[in-house]
């Protein structure tokens, strides 16, 4: 069994910076590619970013492209999320997420092909 377990969350103002972090235990984390996922009230869960397994290929949503950046330790089995120029649309409950399969190449953005899930932690953002 995989468990995930997100920190870094908090209230900042717009502008502003935070960086989340992820904790995996379970299996050979370095096999698998990981995400991150947000999801805001009243709004469907959406992708944010991910990484290959490798860490050599990384994705982004459109409207976080150029503020956040996904990375990742596979020595210490965590992976991070930098929030910069924070937004109040940024708003969330931000999720980190495994994909089931070892050495994918494909589905990065695809919550179902995460089978692994934190707890979330909270973002806000006050304008």
């Known amino acids: 069994q995989v468990q995930l377990v997100e920190s870094g969350g908090g209230l900042v103002q717009a502008g502003g910076s935070l960086r989340l972090s992820c904790a995996a235990s379970g299996r050979t984390f370095s096999s698998y590619a990981m995400g991150w996922f947000r999801q805001a009230p009243g709004k469907e869960r959406e992708f944010v970013a991910a990484?290959?397994?490798?860490?050599?290929?990384?994705y982004y949503a459109d409207s976080v492209k150029g503020r956040f950046t996904i990375s990742r330790d596979n020595a210490k089995n965590m992976v991070f999320l930098q929030l910069n120029s924070l937004k109040p649309e940024d708003t969330a409950v931000y999720y980190c997420a495994a994909q089931t399969t070892a050495y994918a190449t494909w589905g990065f953005t695809t919550s179902a092909r995460y089978g692994y899930w934190g707890q979330g932690t909270q973002v806000t953002v006050s304008s």
């Open positions: 990484i290959h397994w490798s860490g050599d290929n990384t």
